[in-house]
């Protein structure tokens, strides 16, 4: 069964809450912006030639414009989903909020995240962090603990230690440590802190680690 609707009305709909999730999560996601501002321009682009074939401005011009706003609509979603939303840092959760089918063929007795990661800040480069993350039990393995598709990274530039995760406002889901972090010509010389979770397939999250920081190079 497909997951695009069939009628044009529905595929407005539809079509405009998929890009608003896949706008709200491209960085976690790691959708390249280009492809997201494609993705908006397309739904924009058919919903206002629908409006137009559904109004008495409504002409064979129109509705050929509105077909072929859809196939290229239809083209950009069908692409996004066969490759930039196969990640496996996707929930199901995610996965229906977008409208899409589920084949759920993870075990169910996966376990929540209990312990800590392990978690270091170095200089890359100029203006560049990476954060290296570990498992406390196998601290010279990259390995992640079973079931964790990651670690949640959240992360502020801030002028005083925050006291708490919540105040560090951006985050991000590294699925490969190191994961480099690259800041602004502005932002150099300030502090930047981190902190990180481990995140299951089931999209749990486990207890934050210490906060750590660094100096932006």
């Not at 321009?41 to 919903?47: D, I, K, L, V």
């Not at 560049?128 to 502020?156: E, L, N, T």
């Not at 995140?199 to 906060?211: A, C």
Request: hydrophobic share 40%; glycine share 4%; with cysteine.
């Amino acid at each position: 069964m497909d997951y695009l609707p069939r009628k044009s009305a529905e595929l407005v709909a539809w079509s405009a809450n998929f890009a608003e999730q896949v706008s709200l999560n491209a960085g976690r996601w790691e959708i390249p912006g280009n492809e997201v501002s494609d993705l908006q321009t397309a739904t924009a682009n058919f919903s206002a030639l629908h409006a137009k074939a559904d109004s008495p401005m409504r002409t064979p011009v129109v509705i050929a414009q509105k077909d072929e706003a859809c196939d290229l609509l239809c083209s950009r979603i069908r692409a996004m989903v066969s490759f930039r939303l196969q990640n496996p840092v996707i929930t199901n959760d995610q996965r229906i909020a977008l409208g899409l089918h589920i084949h759920d063929k993870r075990p169910t007795s996966l376990p929540m995240p209990t312990k800590r990661p392990l978690i270091s800040a170095r200089v890359v480069d100029v203006r560049r962090v990476a954060i290296d993350f570990q498992d406390q039990d196998s601290p010279k393995s990259k390995a992640k603990p079973y079931g964790v598709i990651g670690g949640v990274i959240r992360f502020a530039v801030l002028d005083t230690p925050p006291a708490d995760p919540d105040v560090l406002s951006r985050s991000v889901l590294a699925t490969r440590t190191p994961h480099v972090f690259e800041f602004t010509e502005e932002e150099r010389g300030r502090t930047v802190y981190f902190v990180i979770c481990w995140e299951n397939e089931k999209g749990q999250q486990g207890p934050w680690s210490e906060i750590i920081s660094a100096i932006i190079p």
